[in-house]
């Protein structure tokens, strides 16, 4: 039998990201449960607070030296890319054995083929233009834009909660969720 972890971060429904203390923590859990750590990390590039920065969870567990099994989830449908449109992804093993790989890539194959415009933004996603490229200018331009328009938009959605009577609700840190705080 097979346990596993998930943990979204940023946080879906909540907006908030995992310190790397937290995620340390839940990484020791899942060594002392013996959990499989399955990590959605597919909003990591909303992140709307100056303070806060996105931590991997397999950053940590290299860094920690930790050999729980880690599967990580990205996608271009929650970052700036895709804006939810946008269909395509990846995901990363890391301390998985070899034949667990060769059966999740067989697993994988059987399906249809990602769509075309999925697979080219997913490639753009893992390799963006760089200062100097021809494309760049227009790229960082578009990309400043939507995720100024992301930050903004979050921002105005916690302060309209929050003047609503009765209704408290967290900063949005990061993805584009809110929760309301209980009192």
Request: proline share 5%.
């Amino acid at each position: 039998m097979c346990a596993e972890q998930v943990v979204i971060n940023p946080g879906n429904p909540t907006g908030q990201l995992l310190t790397e203390t937290d995620i340390e923590a839940i990484i020791k859990v899942c060594e002392e449960e013996g959990l499989l750590l399955l990590a959605d990390e597919v909003y990591q590039e909303n992140v709307y607070d100056d303070g806060q920065k996105f931590i991997a969870f397999k950053q940590v567990v290299e860094s920690i030296g930790s050999t729980v099994e880690t599967a990580s989830f990205h996608s271009v449908s929650k970052g700036f890319q895709g804006e939810c449109g946008m269909r395509g992804g990846y995901m990363e093993l890391h301390n998985f054995a070899p034949e667990a790989i060769e059966a999740v890539y067989k697993c994988v194959s059987v399906g249809l083929c990602s769509n075309l415009p999925g697979q080219v933004c997913v490639d753009l996603m893992v390799n963006p233009p760089k200062p100097g490229d021809e494309s760049y200018e227009l790229y960082a331009s578009e990309r400043d834009g939507i995720f100024n328009s992301l930050g903004y938009r979050a921002k105005l959605l916690v302060e309209g909660l929050n003047a609503l009577p009765g209704i408290t609700c967290n900063p949005s840190e990061g993805a584009m969720y809110a929760v309301r705080k209980r009192i």
